[in-house]
C-alpha cells in the first residue's frame, strides 16, 4: 500500500459526459502528479499540482482541468467524453515539487467510455 | 524533450534463470533519474529499482540490478534468479531535473515466467 488513494476504482460512463477523479496523496506530501495509462498512448503525464498550484503540464486535453485542494487533495475533472478517453487513470504523490523524492502511485482510476 | 525506449514489447525466462530488458533513452540533460516500475496484473505501479545518472556504480536491489551506460544512453534491468512473482509489465522510465519533475515512461515489455 502506497498511502496514496484513488476514488473511484472503477467508472463506466457514456460520450458526452462529464467525470471527476479524485486522489489523496501521501500524508505530508504535497506534491500530486496525474498519469494517464492507455492502449494507445502507453503511460504518460498529464498535470502536476505543488502544494494548490499548478507547475507543470504535459499532453492533458482542454476537457480536461485538474486542481488541488487547501487539504491537498486533487480532483481530475475529464469532459465531453470520448470514447479514446477510456483508460487507468493513476495519481502519484511526492514530498517536494522537485528534486529527488520518489514519486508514490495510486491504485488508479479505471474510467471506461461507451 | 526526452524519449525512453523500450525495444522488447515481450520477454519470456524460465523460473529460476537470469532475463534482462532492455531500455534507452533520449536527453540532453546531463543529470537526471531512471527507473524500472513493475505493473502486475492488479496495475498498481511499483518501483523496482532507481539509478542517478551522476552515481557510475549500478544500483542493485537483491534479485534485480541495472547495466546503466551514460554514454549510451542504455539502462537494462537484470532479473536474476526469476520467480513467478516476477511475471509483470515492466516499465523503464525518465525523470529529469526540468520544472515538476515528471516520468517519462516507455513502452513497457510485459515478463512472462515459466515453471
Known amino acids: 500500500d502506497s498511502g496514496v488513494t484513488q476514488t473511484p476504482k472503477h467508472l463506466i460512463t457514456a460520450t458526452g459526459q462529464r467525470v471527476t477523479l479524485r486522489c489523496s496523496p501521501r500524508s505530508g506530501d504535497l506534491s500530486v502528479y496525474w498519469y494517464q495509462q492507455s492502449l494507445d498512448q502507453g503511460l504518460q503525464f498529464l498535470i502536476q499540482?505543488?502544494?494548490?498550484?499548478?507547475?507543470a503540464k504535459g499532453n492533458i486535453l482542454e476537457r480536461f482541468s485538474a486542481q488541488q485542494f487547501p487539504d491537498l487533495h486533487s480532483e481530475l475533472n475529464l469532459s465531453s467524453l470520448e470514447l479514446g478517453d477510456s483508460a487507468l487513470y493513476f495519481c502519484?504523490?511526492?514530498?517536494?515539487?522537485?528534486?529527488?523524492?520518489?514519486?508514490?502511485f495510486g491504485p488508479g482510476t479505471r474510467l471506461t467510455v461507451l | 524533450a526526452q524519449t525512453v525506449t523500450q525495444s522488447q514489447p515481450e520477454m519470456s525466462v524460465q523460473e529460476a534463470e537470469t532475463v534482462t530488458l532492455s531500455c534507452t533513452y533520449d536527453t540532453s540533460e546531463s543529470d537526471y533519474y531512471l527507473f524500472w516500475y513493475k505493473q502486475p496484473p492488479s496495475r498498481q505501479m511499483i518501483l523496482v529499482i532507481r539509478q542517478e545518472a551522476y552515481k557510475q556504480q549500478n544500483a542493485t536491489e537483491n534479485r534485480f540490478s541495472v547495466n546503466f551506460q551514460k554514454a549510451a544512453k542504455s539502462f537494462s534491468l537484470k532479473i536474476s534468479d526469476s520467480q513467478l512473482g516476477d511475471a509483470a509489465m515492466y516499465f523503464c522510465?525518465?525523470?529529469?531535473?526540468?520544472?515538476?519533475?515528471?516520468?517519462?515512461f516507455g513502452a513497457g515489455t510485459i515478463l512472462r515466467v515459466k515453471s
Open positions: 522510465a525518465y525523470r529529469g531535473m526540468e520544472y515538476g519533475n515528471k516520468l517519462v
Open positions: 499540482y505543488y502544494n494548490g498550484e499548478e507547475r
Open positions: 502519484a504523490s511526492t514530498l517536494g515539487g522537485t528534486g529527488n523524492n520518489e514519486q508514490f
